[in-house]
């Protein structure tokens, strides 16, 4: 596991189940930690299962709408990415354009 690199990173477990022992943990973020949580609604995103706030972050829009929509139309990513946001929902618009691009041209859901 090594030294601390810096004051912006705590000691995390690998396998939430396992121990504290030097196998099973690494230095991790407050982000990365709070990504990591048992009760995280994932949504499958190219084919890789992330978390809410790391689609908000990638996306652009707003965790708490993005969040909400998610749960109305039952984690389908795709119904919640063609619906019409307002500005004020979206805290990047270039950032929430492209991706929207991105995310169509991909056809991964």
Known sequence: MGRRKNSKVTI????NDGDYCKENCKWSTIDEQANNRRNNRKVLLKGKLIS?????????????????????????LKKVLN???????????KKYE????????????
């Open 12 to 15: 995390d477990r690998i396998d």
């Open 52 to 76: 809410i706030r790391e689609l908000s972050n990638i996306s652009g829009m707003n965790y708490v709408t993005l969040q909400s929509r998610l749960l109305k139309n039952n984690y389908n």
């Open 83 to 93: 619906k019409k946001l307002r500005n004020c929902w979206v805290s990047n618009n």
């Open 98 to 109: 492209k991706f929207k691009t991105d995310f169509k041209k991909s056809n991964k859901f």
